[in-house]
C-alpha cells in the first residue's frame, strides 16, 4: 500500500487534506509534534507486559513503517509504552483537522467509502471524541483505532477502493483489501474478538499493549457514533418510563422527582439533559473536575455545586418549588447516597453511570481517594487501587439499599453496577443468591417496552453536513411515525407516541454535536419505510446526497449481554451469543454497507458480544432493494429470539411479523405449564 499512489494524476488537483489522505502512512518521517495539553487524555494504562512482551510490542508497532525510520521510531515508541501504557504513534497524528466533514469532500472511488470515511473522522473529533489523540471515541477505552498508522492506511485503502474489494478491519487493524461485489459490504469490522477462554480484563490489558486487539464499545469502533444525542433519547425514555412506572395512579410522574446518579463523561453526560427533557429534578456526581465543567460550560447541566451542604439544600428548595433542573456536584456519588440519606432527602429514582465496565482502569473512583491520589494510585499500585474501589462499591451499595428501604427506585443502567458491586461482596443479591436486588433498565422497561416489540436506537447521518437535509429527514420521519401511530396495535402505542415527541423537540433541543445525526426509536416497519422514503427523497433531489443509516449496537437483535440487552431473557440463555453473530451474518449478506462485531463494550470485555452495521443510502433502485432485505432481517432475528425465550410482546410481534410476510416462517413457543413442570426434580 506504501508506494502504491494510483490517483497521482489527478493528485495536482486536489487540496492538501485530500492528498493527505491519499499518502497514507508519509514516506518522509513528519515532524514530532509537542504533546498536546489542551485536549483530554486517556490514564496511564496499567503495567501488564513483561520485557519479552514489551519487545514484541515494539516490533508489531514497527511493521507499519520501513526500516530506515526504525531506529528514530522503536526510541520513541518505548518512550510512550514506557510512558502510556500503550503505543498510539502520536508522531502520525493527522496536521489537518479532525471532523466528518461534506461527503463530496472525501477522495474516493464509490460513495459508499467515503461515507464510511466521514463516520470514522466524526469518531475522531475532538468535540465528539472522550480522548481524540489516543483515537478513544468514549467509555474510557471505545477504540476507533489502536495508533495512527492504522489509521491513516485504513482512510487510504479507503480513498482507493472500488465497490468490487472489501476492507476487513482486524481491531482497528487494516488487513487489506479483498476482491468481493457490489452487494458485499464494503467493510468488514472485527473487535476484540478472542478464544473466550482468554477474555479476562487482565487478557485485554495485554493484547492491546501488544497492540493486537482493541476493545471497540459499541459505536466507536463501528464507526457509528453520533455524539451524545444517542444516549440522551436513550436515557430520556428511560427515566420517563422509570418515572411512571414508580408514580402513584393520580399524581404528575414527572414534576418535582429527583434522580440521582453519577458520571458526566462521554455518554453519561447527556443524563443532565435526558432529566430536563423528562421534567425532573437530576443531581449527578462527577468526581473529574474538567469533566463536570466542561459539561456545565456546554449547556448539558444547569448548575454546577461543589458544596455538600449547598447542594443539600439547593435540591430541597428544587422539590418544593417542583422546579425542572439539572445540577452537577463536582466530587463522589458515594457522598450524595450517604448526606442524602442522613440530610433526609428523599430519592425517587436513582441509577449510577461510572464507568464500572472497566473499573480498574479509571472508570470508577473510589470516595477514600482524590481524583489525583486515584489516578497515580491505579498506574503505580494496581492491587491497593482494586481494593479502593470494592471497599467504595460496598459503602455505595450499603447507602442505596436505606434510600430503597424508604422507597427510591433503583435501577443497574449497563454500566456493570450491579456485577462489579456483587463481585466486590457488596449486599445487592436478592435472597435466591442468584438475581440481583435490583433490575436493570432492560429487565424492567427497555427490554418488554422497545426491544422485544422491534425498538430500537435507529439513526441516520446526513453526509451533506447541512442542516437543513437534517430538517427534511426530521420531518419524513415525523409523518411516517404520525401514519405508522394511526396503525399501530395498543402494546405499542405509548413508544409511537413518546418518539413523535421526541423527534418533534429535537431541532428545538439542539442535539447535534460532529455530524448532522438524528436517532429515534422505531421498529421494523417504522425502520424500513424511513429508510425507504429517505432513499427516495435522495432520488428525486429532495434531500442533497446520500445519507448514511445505522443504529447503536444497543438494540434488539445486535447485542447478546446477560447483563444488559439481554438481561430479560429467561429461558437460560441469556449466556448464549448466537443471536449477535446471526445478526452480523445476516445483515453482511443482505446489503449493508459495513458490518462490526465486538466483544465488550458496555458492560465489559468478555461480558458482551455486540454488533452493528452501516448502510448508505444513495437514491438507488439496489439501495431499495438492499434496506428492505437488511432492515427486516436486522430486527426481527431478535424478536424471533425474544419470542422463543417466551417474551410477551416478542411472541405477539413475530406473529403480527409473519401475517405481514408470508415468507417469513418462525418456530415459535409452546408454554408449558408450570404446575406440571414443578411436580418434576423435587
Ligand atoms: N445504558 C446505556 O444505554 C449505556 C450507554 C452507553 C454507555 N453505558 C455505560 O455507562 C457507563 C458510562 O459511560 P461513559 O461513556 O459516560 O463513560 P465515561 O468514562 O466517559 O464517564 C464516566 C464518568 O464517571 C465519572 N466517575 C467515575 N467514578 C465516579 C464516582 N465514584 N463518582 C462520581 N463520578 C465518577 C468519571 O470521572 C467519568 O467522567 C459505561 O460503563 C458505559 O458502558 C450505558
Redesign the pocket.
Known sequence: MRNFDPLLKTRCKMNDFQKAILTGIPDELPVLKPYDTSVSHAPKRKEILSVEEKRLALKNALRYFPAKHHEVLAAEFAEELEKFGRIYMYRFRPDYKMYARPISEYPAKTKQAAAIMLMIQNNLNPAVA?HPHELIT???N?AVFQNWAQYLLTMQYLATMTEEQTLAMYSGHPMGLFPSHKDAPRVVVTNGMVIPNYSSQDDWEKFNALGVSQYG??TAGSYMYIGPQ??VH??TI?VMNAARKVAKPDEDPFKGKLFVT?????????QPKAGNISGVISV?????PA??QKRHQQGWVDELIDDMDELIERVKKAQADKEVVSIA?Q??????WEKFEEAGVYIDLGS???????PWA??????SLT?DEANEMMANNPEQFKKEVQD?LRR?AAAINKHTARGTYFFD?????LLEASRAGADVMAENGIDFKYKS??QDI?GPMFFDYGFGPFRWVCTSGDPKDLEITDKIATDILEELMNESPAPIQSQMADNIQWIKGAQENKLVVGSQARILYADAKGRIRIAAAFNKAIEDGTISAPVVLGR?H?DVSGTDSPY?ETSNIYDGSSFTADMAIQNVIGDSFRGATWVSIHNG????WGEVINGGFGMVLDGSADTDRRLRSMLFWDVNNGISRRSWARNEGSVFAIERAMEEMPELKVTVPTLADDELVRKFFK
Open positions: 472522550q468514549y467509555g474510557g471505545g464499545q459499541m444517542g444516549i436513550g436515557t428511560t453519577s458520571g458526566l463523561g462521554g455518554m453519561s453526560g447527556a449527578v456526581a462527577e468526581v473529574n469533566a463536570a456536584y466530587g463522589n456519588i458515594v457522598d450524595v449510577d453511570q461510572t464507568s464500572l465496565h472497566n479509571g472508570g470508577y473512583y473510589p470516595v481524583f467504595s455505595q443502567y449497563g454500566n456493570a453496577f433498565y432492560v427497555m447503536d444497543h444488559r463494550g458496555g458492560v465489559g
